[in-house]
């Protein structure tokens, strides 16, 4: 049961360059976020999926696209990497929130990939 | 105004020392309220709920007082195992988790 990873761990671009980030999850959770986090900002929703098929935006959506074709995966695109993208992105999964019983409110976190946009 | 707000810190204490964080909400719609853990170039974990009556775990005991939109954590007896960013967390009505920015805690030896 490997829980949630990410592939890459670290990349560097150049500014304008494409790259799509991967989650995957084997914990068989509806709900899948992205997030950024940048110091002094905490954690910041970019997209999240509730489910296969369907995405919708967060709080800081712009420059970024999603899908969610599986279940298990969620894959995160920037068409033309931005220095202001720099930063650490992690990948979450959660059942669907607010059901009955605490367990199902845990989100569970990939290790992280830091991206630099040069 | 942020949603969710916290003292960023850092708060250094000594060993064995007893330490409180707190937090505050804006959306008075937030249903479920929660600690996670970040260690220093880590994942966020849970650490744990925060439910209406308060709740203890081992160490650590969280508060909530829905009046005042407000979630405390305090730590009895630090250890350097402590050491680490606590975030404050809430699921508001549209059912999204939102992180407050975090308090860095350094136990000192």
């Known amino acids: 049961n490997a829980g949630v990873t990410q592939t890459p761990k670290f990349r560097v671009l150049k500014t304008g360059q494409s790259m799509t980030l991967l989650c995957a999850q084997d914990m068989n959770h509806e709900y899948m976020y992205w997030y950024r986090q940048d110091p002094g900002m905490g954690l910041r929703l970019i997209h999240y999926s509730v489910g296969e098929g369907t995405t919708a935006k967060g709080e800081v959506p712009d420059g970024y696209n999603v899908s969610r074709l599986k279940k298990q995966n969620f894959l995160l695109g920037l068409e033309s990497a931005a220095p202001s993208q720099t930063s650490v992105y992690f990948c979450a999964s959660s059942y669907a929130p607010l059901l009955a019983g605490s367990s199902y409110n845990e989100q569970f976190f990939g290790p992280g990939t830091r991206l630099t946009v040069l | 105004r942020k949603e969710v707000e916290q003292d960023p810190g850092p708060f250094n204490v000594p060993e064995g020392a007893t330490v409180a964080f707190n937090c505050t909400y804006s959306n008075s719609a937030s249903q479920s309220f929660f600690w996670y853990r970040q260690d220093c170039r880590k994942e966020p974990k849970l650490l744990m709920s925060v439910y209406s009556s308060g709740n203890e775990d081992g160490r650590f005991t969280a508060q909530l007082n829905r009046a005042s939109q407000y979630i405390s954590l305090l730590i009895r007896d630090s250890k350097l195992s402590d050491s680490a960013t606590y975030l404050c967390?809430?699921?508001?009505?549209?059912?999204?988790?939102?992180f407050g920015p975090g308090t860095r805690l350094s136990v000192l030896p």
């Open positions: 967390v809430v699921i508001n009505y549209g059912q999204n988790f939102v």
